[in-house]
């Protein structure tokens, strides 16, 4: 029976020892790190949240004083953007905003079409001498690319800038593709068509 006691209490004071040294272990250990840094908690907002997010804060008012009376309104922040761009004369960054409105984007596509359309109509009267209408002998003799690469340039400004664009600024392919073009539009338009046919 004695003996047995004594291993008891040898088992008991190993097993205390045991315990009292791994407690200090758990203490003395690095913490393990979190999947996120703290400092990246700290500083980086949820983009999820609302702090996260940008928003325009400030409002843009747009005010008309009339003879009768003033009228003020608070711009939507898509014509926010165009209206104070306007104001700063920033006309790069206005007219890059406006293709990008969907209205005002369909209501400028309107006037260049009407404004190609009026070129097309100087062009196409015998009365103002374009190139195109000159198919005598003479004046083939006389025709050139540049000659007509000049009279779009002064007949039809934006007509010429489109076609030249297209063409990447060849010469030939900007004439051929106009005279093409204005010959579908007044049959009469032929000089080009005389001079590919007399070279």
Wanted: charged content about 25%; overall charge positive.
């Amino acid at each position: 029976m004695s003996v047995f006691k004594k291993w008891t209490d040898d088992e008991g004071a190993q097993a205390e020892e045991a315990c009292s040294s791994e407690a200090p272990e758990k203490r003395d250990r690095e913490p393990t790190p979190s999947k996120t840094p703290r400092a990246l908690k700290k500083f980086c907002p949820n983009p999820l949240t609302p702090t996260g997010t940008k928003t325009r804060k400030s409002l843009t008012e747009v005010v008309t004083h009339y003879p009768s009376q003033t009228v003020a309104k608070v711009c939507c922040p898509e014509e926010a953007s165009i209206v104070n761009s306007i104001n700063k004369k920033k006309w790069t960054t206005a007219a890059k905003l406006m293709l990008k409105h969907k209205h005002l984007a369909e209501e400028i596509k309107v006037h260049i079409l009407e404004l190609i359309t009026n070129e097309c109509k100087r062009i196409s009267n015998p009365t103002n001498g374009f190139i195109l209408w000159k198919s005598s002998p003479d004046d083939l003799k006389a025709f050139s690319f540049t000659s007509l690469e000049a009279d779009l340039k002064g007949f039809s400004t934006f007509l010429f800038s489109v076609l030249t664009t297209v063409s990447n600024h060849s010469q030939a392919a900007t004439c051929a593709a106009a005279s093409i073009a204005l010959r579908g539009r007044q049959p009469r338009l032929s000089a080009f068509a005389y001079y590919l046919g007399s070279i």
